[in-house]
């Protein structure tokens, strides 16, 4: 059964940087891509940052480029995401999702959704 697990959420200030894990299980990360997206309560889940599986080509949502930084260790079927520079607004879940063919903020290209991880940002 093919799952993605997230991990690396918690609560920092602002200012402060995290790391979040996707980790998947039952497929292989070799093609596709792999999207974190994030949802606030009452607002559309939004799409922060994606990396293509085979060239490595990235992509970023204007309010996070400049801080946070996505990257994958295919041999460890893992997408990282780094979060510095934190600020308040930035507090939500984290979900991971993959089973789109190429990079792209439609949240109806992905298949797989991982259960999500807590980011809380205190000022």
């Known amino acids: 059964e093919a799952q993605l697990v997230e991990s690396g959420g918690g609560s920092v200030q602002a200012g402060g940087s995290l790391r979040l894990s996707c980790s998947a299980s039952?497929?292989?990360?070799?093609?596709?891509?792999i999207t974190w997206f994030r949802q606030a309560p009452g607002k559309e889940r939004e799409g922060v940052s994606c990396?293509?599986?085979?060239?490595?080509?990235?992509h970023y949502t204007a309010s996070v480029k400049g801080r946070y930084t996505i990257s994958s260790d295919n041999a460890q079927n893992t997408v990282y995401l780094q979060m510095n520079s934190l600020k308040p607004e930035d507090t939500t879940v984290y979900s991971c999702?993959?089973?789109?063919?190429?990079?792209?903020?439609?949240?109806?290209?992905?298949?797989?959704w991982g259960q999500g991880t807590q980011v809380t940002v205190s000022s």
């Open positions: 999702a993959a089973g789109a063919h190429f990079c792209t903020f439609y949240r109806y290209s992905y298949s797989q």
């Open positions: 039952g497929f292989t990360f070799d093609d596709g891509a």
């Open positions: 990396i293509s599986l085979s060239d490595g080509g990235t």
